[in-house]
């Protein structure tokens, strides 16, 4: 985080100089595209497998909007925001564990924070014989945004939040036995509290333009949005049985929406998630931006 904020300190203090200099260029723009989810739920057959885990039937939509400034030509940065539905549903999936699993969920991420993009191929001055190649620019980018989201599982139609559930025994402080991949015993504790709703994330990715004209470019840009929870689908570790450890659940819907495959009885630390990898989910977005000409100077 201080490495984060001392780069963006740098960032502000050039683009400064840079503006006293008459270069600086207000943009605002808005983008609207799709995303694909990788976490725990649905996917491939290669279940599991990083960004392997294809799943076209999650495919949801993405927007954003913000304001961009342009300290140089081959630096800017983006304040934004960024709202992306996402989804998982292991009925679709062709890993036949995850099918018998059989959960569910959607949520909303809204997102807001800063990108710093670089350009590798700057964009160039504006003017009216501009060739193909002159429109062009590219751009690397990543940043740092906070986020909401609230996981909703369906049952018969209806969408239920799972968070306030506890599905995987959160809240309940309660330790117990396990036995690790490679064979070794060792204690595990649920979480003392119920996960949090609010999460930071590290978008990195992309980015393509083309001059329109002396105002207006429109571009793509491509995005992976590494989250620091495991929880946006709601699901993680391992399952948790309420009763077996002589606690009173949270809620009545507690253990429908915990376990839905044909084996109703939930035995403790059954594997039920995959807590070695945080969420993360991929965007394309196509992205109008407008220079904003009672700001801008110099050559376009």
């Given amino acids: 985080m201080k490495s984060t ?3 963006l300190a740098f960032v502000l203090f050039a683009g400064f100089a840079y503006g006293q200099r008459g270069m600086a260029k207000h943009v605002v723009y808005g983008g609207v595209g799709g995303n694909m989810f990788f ?12 960004f392997s885990d294809f799943d076209m039937k999650s495919l949801r939509p993405s927007f954003t909007l913000g304001y961009e400034y342009r300290f140089y030509k081959n630096l800017s940065v983006r304040l934004g925001t960024e709202i992306s539905k996402v989804a998982g549903d292991d009925a679709n999936s062709k890993n036949a564990s995850r099918k018998a699993r ?5 949520s909303n991420i809204i997102s807001f924070g800063f990108n710093v993009d670089y350009y590798l191929v700057p964009e160039g001055g504006y003017h009216n014989n501009m060739t193909p190649g002159e429109r062009f620019s590219m751009y690397f980018t990543t940043g740092l945004s906070m986020f909401r989201f609230n996981p909703q599982g369906s049952l018969d139609g209806e969408w239920i939040d799972l968070q306030p559930l506890c599905t995987e025994g959160q809240g309940s402080n309660y330790s117990y036995k396990k036995i690790s991949d490679s064979g070794i015993p060792y204690v595990y504790t649920t979480e003392s509290k119920p996960y949090s709703l609010t999460a930071f994330e590290i978008p990195v990715g992309l980015g393509f333009n083309f001059i329109v004209d002396k105002q207006i470019t429109v571009g793509l840009e491509l995005g992976v949005h590494f989250t620091t929870t495991d929880y946006i689908d709601d699901c993680s570790s391992f399952y948790f049985n309420w ?4 606690l009173e659940p949270p809620s009545d819907m507690t253990n429908t929406m915990a376990n839905r495959r ?9 594997k039920r998630g995959n807590s070695g990898y945080n969420d993360a989910y991929v ?4 992205i109008l931006r407008y220079k904003l000409p009672v700001f801008s100077s110099g050559r376009r």
């Fill in 262 to 270: 044909e084996k109703k009885n939930i035995t403790t630390g059954e």
């Fill in 5 to 7: 904020a001392m780069l």
């Fill in 243 to 246: 009763a077996d450890a002589g």
């Fill in 39 to 50: 976490g725990d739920l649905g996917g491939s057959e290669n279940a599991g497998h990083a």
């Fill in 102 to 106: 059989n959960l569910n969920f959607r």
């Fill in 283 to 286: 965007t394309a977005l196509v």
